[in-house]
Each structure stands twice: as C-alpha cells, then as structure tokens.
C-alpha cells in the first residue's frame, strides 16, 4: 500500500480522484473508467482511496489529447501508450549500451596507446 514516502517525486501519489480530475479536465467516474480499462493506474491507500502521482496526470492528459485532439478510441490509446513506453525503455536501453560501448572503446584506445 500506498505511504507517501517510498516514491520518487513523479511517481509519488498525491492528489485524490477529484482534483486529478479537475486537473485534466475529466469527470471522476472518467477516470474510474480509464482504470477499469488498464489505461492508468492510480495507488490505493490503506483507506482504498485512489491517490494520483504526477506521472498519472501526465500519462491522463496525454490520454485526453488522443482521445479529443486526435480522435483515437480508448483500444488505440492503450496501443499507442503502451508502443510510447516500450520505445522508452528501449531507447534507455540503447543509451546503457552506447555508454558502455563508448567506454570499453576508450579503455581500448588506452591500452593501444600505452602498448
């Protein structure tokens, strides 16, 4: 359950279901839906009350302008949202590699030099 204090800033639950609705410009039983879909997943306190981190507000108003800007239906959302996270991790992972990559070339380029 759902603290307050384990969380990193982005991810740390802080806002009940009607002020996450307010902030994105939502009905509560929207968002009660959208859970319902797997489109968000807000914490749940000991009380079982939702609790909103600011990641969830982003991942809401991103689902918002799909849905009212672009048209797309809640199936597509999820497809799209869930293609988004996955060329996140992908692209972290890409960065890990480079990274490693870079310094076994360096350590490399320092052995050949020292000889």
């Given at each position: 359950?759902?603290?307050?204090y384990d969380e990193p800033?982005?991810?740390?639950?802080?806002?009940?279901?009607?002020?996450?609705?307010?902030?994105?410009?939502?009905?509560?039983?929207?968002?009660?839906?959208?859970?319902?879909?797997?489109?968000?997943?807000?914490?749940?306190?000991d009380g079982n009350v939702?609790?909103?981190?600011?990641?969830?507000?982003?991942?809401?108003?991103?689902?918002?302008?799909?849905?009212?800007?672009?048209?797309?239906?809640?199936?597509?959302?999820?497809?799209?949202?869930?293609?988004?996270?996955?060329?996140?991790?992908?692209?972290?992972?890409?960065?890990?590699?480079?990274?490693?990559?870079?310094?076994?070339?360096?350590?490399?380029?320092?052995?050949?030099?020292?000889?």
């Open positions: 359950m759902f603290d307050g800033p982005v991810e740390q639950p802080m806002y009940v279901i009607s002020v996450a609705a307010k902030m994105v410009g939502l009905h509560p039983q929207t968002l009660r839906h959208y859970e319902s879909q797997g489109l968000v997943t807000p914490k749940r306190s939702r609790f909103y981190s600011p990641a969830d507000i982003e991942r809401l108003s991103q689902i918002v302008r799909l849905t009212d800007e672009l048209g797309v239906n809640l199936a597509g959302v999820q497809i799209i949202l869930d293609m988004r996270e996955r060329l996140e991790r992908l692209q972290l992972e890409m960065d890990t590699v480079r990274a490693e990559l870079e310094a076994e070339i360096s350590r490399l380029r320092k052995r050949l030099i020292e000889g």
